[in-house]
C-alpha cells in the first residue's frame, strides 16, 4: 500500500483559558497553569515563571485533573447516624452543621477552653488555624509536623536557625558535591529533582546515604546502604576524620560560630551584664560579647566550646574503624567520604567577587564558598536519636563552613532566624478568653515548659514536658491515645482537619479505632464529640460526629504565607495564593472559610468586629485584610504604599492573580550569602518586615538550653523533672550531638526482632490521597514488603509468596517481593498503599484493601514495657517526634491468606463507589 | 501492507538519559493528561476504582535492578514510549494505512479513522510501545506531541512534547537528530548515546544515554587519596591549632 499521509490539523485549540493557582497534590506547592475549556479543567501543567518549580510538574502534580473529578469528593455536611466507625451518616445543612459545631464549642471555651484539642493535620494555613486556636483559648492546637520532620526542624533551627526544605537548600548552581541522607523523595520533591538535574548536567557527584536504593539514591554515583538508626554515628566519624586531618574552616568556625564562646564551670555560656555570651578576642586577649566591633574570637582555651569540641570528637569511639561494623559500612568508604569533602571543600573552594560586611563590622572583598552541600528529611529524623543525628549533620555541615557560603547550603528568606527570635510556646488558659500568646515555640530552659503550676502537663499531647522539652510542632500522634486514656485529662471535643487518624496518620491504628469507639460505663464515646473537616471520603470520616465538606484545591482560597511555611527560593522571597479557578459543584466549603464562619459565631477575638459582628466574610476576606503586626499581613506583595510592609489593599488577590498567583522579590546581590552575619541581608530582612530589627547571631554548635535541662536533671533549679525521667534528660539532652543506639535499648531489638522494616513514600504519591486517583493508583496500587537477598535466600522465598511480619507488638501478613539493592537487614513497604474497604470510594476488592497494607498497625505510640513498670513513649525524648522508622521485626513465610492481614470490616462509604470506566475529555 | 518513506526531512525524538532519571512517572502522567484530552480518542481507564484499573499510556516507567558482578546492587529507572523507528515495523505490518511515518520529521503516527483495531502492530513492535485503547479499540501510541511542537497557539517554549517540558530532572531532550549540530545529536555524542534492541534492526531515532559508571568506592584497589592526621588527641590537635592560627 502506498503511503498515504493524511492532513493533519497541528495547532489544535489547546484551551479557552489559563488560570495560574497553586498546586496542593502534595506539600511541595508548586505553581501551576491550569488549563479550562468551557469552564472545565482540561489539562494541568507547571507555571514557568514560579520560583518553586518553574515550569516542571511531576506526576501527582499532573494528576490533579483526576483529584478534582474524584468521586471519593465529599459532597455535604454530614451528621453520624449510626455507631461511630459505620460510616453511616446522613446529608445536612450548612446552618445545621456549624450550629451543632457552635452549640458544642461555645459552652467548652466558656467553662474550660482546653477540653477543645484542635490538630490541624497537613494544613498549609497554619499562621491562620493558629490564630483561631489562640483565640479559642485552648492550649491544644498543633498540625502534623510531630509525626513528620520535627526533629529536623527543630535541630536546624536550634543550630544554625533555619534548616532543610521550607527552610533552606543546597546552592543548586554551585556545589559540587552534594550528599543526600535518607528518604527525601516526600518533601520539596520537584526542588529536588531539579537540582539533581543540574548537578548531573554538570558532572558534579551525589553520595547517597540509605538503607534502600530507590529514586533519589539510584542515581546517586556513590550508594551507602546504612543500618537504620545508624546515620548519626556515621556523621560523627566523618566530623572525626576531618577534626583529626585540620580539615575544618577555622576562619568560619571562629567568626560564624560559637565554636569561640566560652564556658562556665556548669557548662553554660559566661555571659556579660545585659546577658551577651563572651569570647576572647585574639588581638587584645581581652574577654568581650560575642558581637563587639572588629573582634576576631579565639577558639584556643581549655574553656571554649572548640575546646569541647574537640575533645568530644577526637575520641576513638568514632573513629571509622569503630563505626563501621554498627554502620554497616566499611571503614575505608567512610575514610574516603571524609577525604572527598574535604577535598573539594577546600581545594575547590569558590571565590565570588562580591564585597560584603558582617556583623562586627568587618569588611571583606570576596564572597570564599565551600561547595558540598547536604539534605535529608523524614530519613533520619524519624528515629529516637534523630534530634541528635540532625544536629550532627548540621555540626559537619559547620565544620566545613559550608552554610549560608557559594556552593553549600543556603537559607531561604525569613530564614534564617534563630531559636531567640521564635515566640515561646503559650500554654495559660483562661476559660472565655485568648490563649496567652501562640501555641508552638522554642524553648530555651525548663522555665519555658508548658506545665502547670502543679508541674503536670498543660498540654494534652504533653508537648514541652520533661518528656520531651524541646517538642516545637507538637505530637499529633499522641493526641487521640491520651485523650482516650483521659491523661493529663479528659477533653470534651477532639477537632481534626486534613488528618487520617484513624489509619495511615496513626501508629497502632486498630488501637486508635478502638479509642475513637470506646464508651465509658455510661454507653457514652469516651471522647464525646469528634468534628472533622475533610475533602475525600477517608478512613477517619467515619470516626466522625460532624463532617465539614471541604473544597479541591482548585475550588478554593489560600496563602501560602511568610507568616507560615515559605515558599521562597534562597534567592529571593515569595509567597503565593490559591483561589477557586473552578467553582465547587458541591455543597462543600474550604476550611479555613469554614473556620472564620466560626469564629464569628464563637465570637473570637480578630473574628468579630466590636459590634460583635463578623470581621471577615470568608478566607479570601481575611487573606486580605487581617493585620498581624503593623503593616505585616499574611500576604506580603501589593500592600498598601509598597510590597511586605503596608497597609491592606483590597485588590491585593486581584495582582495575585495578574502575577500568576505569586509573590517575589529577589534579594539584593551582597545580601546573598552569609545572611546570619550579613550587615546588608540583616537590613533587607527588616526592611521586608521578617522581622523587626536586625537580628545577627552565630550557628549553636553547643545549644546551651539542652544543658539547662541537664542542669535540672542534676537537682539545680526551681522547676524539676520527676525523678524517672532525670538520667533520659541528663543523658539525651547532651549541648553537643551524641549517638544512642535506638535498635537494642529501646526497641527490644533483641535476637528474637532483628530486623529493621521502613517505608518510603513514592514520588508519584502523597500519603492517603494518591489512591483515590485513576491515574497514580495504576502507577502504586500495590505494596509488596520489599525483602533484600540475604533474607529471601534464608526463608525460601519465592515469587508470590507471604510472610507474616512481627514485631514486640503485633503481625501483619502480607505479600513479599525481592530486592537486591537494599540493606541486608532492613526490609520495607511503599507508605500509605493499603486502604481500608469502602473508603475512597474504591472497589471492596480494590488491591489497595485486599493486598495493600500498613506498617502502622505494628508500630505502637508507646515501647514494649521494659520491667521497670513505665510505659515510655516511642518517640524522640528531646523533640516528641514519631520514631516510626525504628521499628524491629521478625519475618517468616506463610501460606498465602485470602487478603492481606489484619482485615477490617468495610466502613459504609458516605459517597457510593467510582464509575466503572473513565474516558475523559472536556473539549469536543 | 504500508509503505514507510524512503527518507525523512528530520528525525524528530527524545534522548532519555538513565543517568539523571530518579524514575518519579512525571512524564507517564502529563503524556496522560496531555493526550486524554488531545490528539484522538481520550486515553480510557477501565475499572479505574476497581480491582483491576486497566487504562492506556502512551509513556511508561519501568524499574529494572542491576547487580554488578562486584559490588551493590543498582536500580535504574526506564522510560519508554515509542521509539519512532526510521525502519518501523509497526507500519509496514499495518494492512490499512492507518500506522504511518511522516516525511517532514519521521514522527510514527496512527491516523485513527483508519485504525481498525486488529492489533499487528503492536505485536509487530519490539518495544512493547503501542497501547490498544479499550474503550474506543483504536491503536494507540506516542505521537510526539505533534499537536505541541508545531502548535501556533503555545507559546514557542512550550512547544515540546509534555513529557520533556514537565521532567524534573531534565532527564528527557527533544530535538531532531538528523542534525548533527542539534543540542540532542551533541549530547548523544557527548554521553556515548544509544539504541535500545540494536539487533532488531528497527533503526530506532530515540536515544538513551547509558548510566555512568557508579559506586566507584565499591573498588577494592582503589587509589583516592585518604586524609592525614594533624594530631590523634585532643593536645596534640590544640598545638597543632595554635601554629595554624598563627598563620591565619
Not at chain 1, 515566640?423 to 501562640?438: A, F, M, Y
Not at chain 2, 538528523?178 to 528497527?202: C, F, H, N, W, Y
Request: aromatic share 8%; net charge negative.
Amino acid at each position: 500500500m502506498l503511503q498515504k499521509q493524511p492532513v493533519l490539523e497541528t495547532s489544535p485549540h489547546v484551551s479557552n483559558e489559563v488560570r495560574q493557582t497553586t498546586c496542593y497534590m502534595c506539600a511541595c506547592r508548586c505553581g501551576i497553569n491550569v488549563h479550562l475549556k468551557d469552564g472545565k479543567v482540561a489539562y494541568i501543567e507547571g507555571n514557568r515563571d514560579h520560583p518553586v518549580n518553574r515550569g516542571v510538574l511531576c506526576a501527582k502534580g499532573s494528576a490533579g485533573i483526576m483529584q478534582v473529578n474524584a468521586p471519593s469528593r465529599l459532597r455535604a455536611p454530614l451528621k453520624r447516624v449510626g455507631p461511630r466507625g459505620s460510616g453511616e451518616f446522613e446529608e445536612i445543612t450548612w446552618d445545621e452543621a456549624l450550629g451543632i459545631a457552635t452549640d458544642w464549642l461555645a459552652p467548652i471555651r466558656e467553662a474550660a477552653p482546653e477540653k477543645l484539642a484542635f490538630f490541624t493535620g497537613r494544613d498549609q494555613s497554619q499562621s491562620f488555624t493558629s490564630f483561631w486556636a489562640q483565640g479559642f483559648g485552648t492550649p491544644n492546637y498543633a498540625a502534623h509536623g510531630g509525626f513528620c520532620s520535627v526533629n529536623m526542624a527543630a535541630a536546624g533551627i536550634y543550630t544554625m536557625g533555619g534548616a532543610f526544605w521550607e527552610f533552606g537548600q543546597p546552592d543548586w548552581e554551585r556545589t559540587k558535591l552534594f550528599m543526600l541522607f535518607g528518604v527525601a523523595e516526600d518533601h520539596d520533591s520537584n526542588p529536588i529533582k531539579m537540582g539533581l538535574g543540574r548537578l548531573k548536567e554538570r558532572g558534579a557527584k551525589v553520595i547517597g546515604v540509605n538503607p534502600i536504593r530507590t529514586g533519589y539514591n539510584a542515581i546517586a554515583d556513590e550508594w551507602l546502604g546504612i543500618t537504620p538508626g545508624t546515620d548519626g554515628l556515621l556523621i560523627l566519624a566523618l566530623i572525626h576524620e576531618l577534626l583529626k586531618a585540620g580539615k575544618i574552616d577555622l576562619d568560619y568556625l571562629a567568626h560564624r560560630t560559637n565554636a569561640p564562646v566560652l564556658l562556665d564551670d556548669d557548662g553554660l555560656f559566661q555571659r556579660d551584664g545585659e546577658g551577651r555570651p563572651l569570647v576572647r578576642d585574639r588581638t587584645t586577649g581581652e574577654t568581650v560579647p560575642f558581637d563587639a566591633q572588629k573582634i576576631i574570637p579565639d577558639l584556643r582555651g581549655a574553656d571554649t566550646v572548640f575546646t569541647k569540641l574537640i575533645e568530644r570528637y577526637l575520641d576513638p569511639q568514632y573513629a571509622p574503624d569503630a563505626v563501621a561494623k554498627r554502620c554497616g559500612i566499611p571503614a575505608q568508604k567512610i575514610k574516603l567520604i571524609a577525604a572527598e569533602l574535604a577535598r573539594v571543600a577546600f581545594d575547590e573552594a569558590i571565590e565570588i567577587d562580591q564585597p560584603w560586611t558582617d556583623f562586627r563590622g568587618h569588611s571583606y572583598d570576596k564572597m570564599i564558598g565551600r561547595p558540598v552541600s547536604f539534605h535529608s528529611m523524614r530519613g533520619i529524623s524519624a528515629h529516637a536519636n534523630g534530634f541528635q543525628t540532625c544536629r550532627a549533620l548540621h555540626v559537619l555541615q559547620i565544620i566545613l563552613g559550608s552554610v549560608e557560603v557559594p556552593g553549600g547550603f543556603r537559607f531561604k528568606p525569613p530564614y534564617p532566624k534563630p531559636a531567640t527570635a521564635h515566640p515561646k510556646p503559650h500554654c495559660r488558659v483562661t476559660p472565655g478568653q485568648p490563649l496567652d500568646g501562640p501555641h508552638l515555640g522554642f524553648v530555651h530552659g525548663p522555665e519555658d515548659l508548658c506545665l502547670n503550676d502543679d508541674g503536670t502537663p498543660a498540654r494534652i499531647d504533653k508537648a514541652f514536658t520533661w518528656e520531651n522539652p524541646m517538642s516545637a510542632h507538637g505530637l499529633m500522634h499522641m493526641v487521640i491515645s491520651n485523650a482516650h486514656a483521659g491523661d493529663p485529662y479528659q477533653i470534651d471535643t477532639l477537632f481534626l482537619y486534613m488528618a487520617n487518624m484513624s489509619w495511615n496518620s496513626s501508629m497502632n491504628s486498630a488501637g486508635v479505632m478502638d479509642m475513637l469507639t470506646d464508651t465509658d460505663e455510661n454507653g457514652d464515646y469516651v471522647i464525646p464529640h469528634i468534628i472533622y473537616s475533610d475533602a475525600y471520603s477517608s478512613e477517619m470520616v467515619a470516626y466522625a460526629d460532624l463532617i465539614l465538606p471541604d473544597t479541591t484545591y482548585l475550588e478554593r482560597h489560600d496563602c501560602i504565607s511568610l507568616l507560615d511555611r515559605p515558599i521562597c527560593e534562597a534567592d529571593a522571597v515569595a509567597d503565593a495564593i490559591r483561589w477557586p479557578v473552578i467553582e465547587p459543584d458541591r455543597n462543600v466549603r474550604g476550611f479555613q472559610s469554614v473556620l472564620v464562619d466560626l469564629g464569628a459565631r464563637l465570637k473570637l477575638p480578630g473574628f468579630v468586629n466590636e459590634d460583635g459582628s463578623a470581621k471577615y466574610k470568608d478566607y479570601a476576606d481575611y487573606m486580605t485584610h487581617h493585620i498581624r503586626r503593623p503593616g505585616i499581613g499574611p500576604l506580603a506583595g501589593w500592600r498598601e504604599g509598597g510590597d511586605s510592609r503596608g497597609d491592606a489593599n483590597p485588590n491585593q488577590i486581584d495582582r495575585y492573580i495578574e502575577n500568576g498567583g505569586f509573590w517575589m522579590e529577589h534579594i539584593p546581590d551582597e545580601a546573598l550569602y552569609y545572611k546570619p552575619w550579613n550587615k546588608a541581608y540583616q537590613d533587607w530582612a527588616v526592611a521586608k518586615g521578617f522581622y523587626d530589627s536586625v537580628q545577627p547571631y552565630i550557628f549553636q554548635l553547643y545549644v546551651e538550653p539542652m544543658r539547662k535541662f541537664q542542669r535540672a536533671a542534676d537537682g539545680h533549679g526551681t522547676r524539676q523533672p520527676p525523678d524517672h525521667l532525670r538520667d533520659q534528660i541528663r543523658q539525651k539532652m547532651d549541648p553537643l550531638p551524641i549517638w544512642y543506639d535506638v535498635n537494642e535499648e529501646d526497641q527490644q531489638g533483641s535476637d528474637e526482632f532483628s530486623i529493621h522494616a521502613l517505608t518510603q513514600r513514592p514520588m508519584a504519591m502523597y500519603h492517603s490521597w494518591g489512591t483515590q486517583n485513576a491515574w497514580l493508583r495504576q502507577i502504586h496500587g500495590r505494596n509488596p514488603m520489599y525483602i533484600p537477598t540475604k533474607l529471601w535466600e534464608a526463608n525460601g522465598f519465592n515469587t508470590g509468596d507471604w510472610a507474616r511480619v512481627t514485631s514486640p507488638h503485633g503481625s501483619i501478613t502480607v505479600p513479599v517481593a525481592h530486592m537486591a539493592a537494599l540493606n541486608d537487614h532492613t526490609i520495607w513497604t511503599w507508605n500509605a498503599i493499603g486502604k481500608r474497604k469502602g473508603a475512597w470510594a474504591l472497589d471492596k476488592d480494590a488491591p489497595e484493601a485486599t493486598q495493600g497494607f500498613l506498617l502502622n498497625h505494628i508500630i505502637h505510640e508507646l515501647l514494649p514495657p521494659k520491667g521497670d513498670g513505665l510505659r515510655w513513649s516511642n518517640s524522640d525524648p528531646i523533640t516528641g517526634q514519631a520514631a516510626w522508622f525504628d521499628l524491629k521485626v521478625k519475618i517468616e513465610k506463610v501460606d498465602a491468606p485470602a487478603e492481606a492481614q489484619p482485615e477490617f470490616p468495610p466502613q459504609k462509604s458516605p459517597v457510593g463507589q467510582g464509575p466503572d470506566k473513565l474516558t475523559w475529555k472536556v473539549g469536543k | 501492507m504500508t509503505q514507510l518513506p524512503t527518507h525523512t526531512e528530520k528525525k524528530l525524538g527524545l534522548v532519555i538519559d538513565l543517568d539523571t532519571c530518579v524514575g518519579c512517572h512525571a512524564c507517564v502522567v502529563s503524556c496522560k493528561g496531555w493526550n486524554t484530552e488531545n490528539y484522538g480518542a481520550p486515553l480510557s481507564d477501565q475499572d479505574p476504582y476497581g480491582a483491576d484499573p486497566t487504562g492506556t499510556f502512551l509513556n511508561r516507567v519501568h524499574s529494572y535492578e542491576v547487580q554488578p558482578d562486584q559490588g551493590v546492587a543498582q536500580l535504574i529507572h526506564f522510560p519508554k514510549s515509542c521509539l519512532h523507528c526510521d525502519d518501523a515495523p509497526c507500519v509496514t505490518v499495518c494492512p490499512t494505512g492507518a500506522s504511518y511515518k511522516r516525511v517532514e520529521d519521521g514522527i510514527v503516527l496512527v491516523n485513527e479513522s483508519d485504525c481498525i483495531g486488529c492489533g499487528l502492530c503492536a505485536w509487530a513492535c519490539p518495544y512493547g510501545a503501542r497501547e490498544m485503547d479499550a474503550d474506543q479499540g483504536v491503536m494507540k501510541k506516542c505521537t510526539l506531541c505533534v499537536d505541541r511542537i508545531y502548535n501556533e497557539n503555545l507559546p514557542e517554549e512550550d512547544r515540546q512534547p509534555a513529557c520533556v517540558r514537565t521532567c524534573p530532572s531534565n532527564a528527557r531532550h527533544f530535538g531532531d537528530l538528523a542534525d548533527s549540530e542539534s543540542d540532542v545529536s551533541k549530547l548523544v555524542a557527548e554521553r556515548g548515546g544509544i539504541d535500545l534492541m540494536p539487533e532488531q534492526g528497527t533503526k530506532p531515532v530515540n536515544k538513551y544515554l547509558p548510566p555512568r559508571p557508579k559506586d566507584t568506592w565499591d573498588q577494592i584497589d582503589i587509589l583516592a587519596p585518604l586524609l592525614d592526621p594533624v594530631a590523634e588527641e585532643p593536645k596534640g590537635f590544640l598545638g597543632w591549632l595554635d601554629k595554624t592560627l598563627e598563620k591565619l
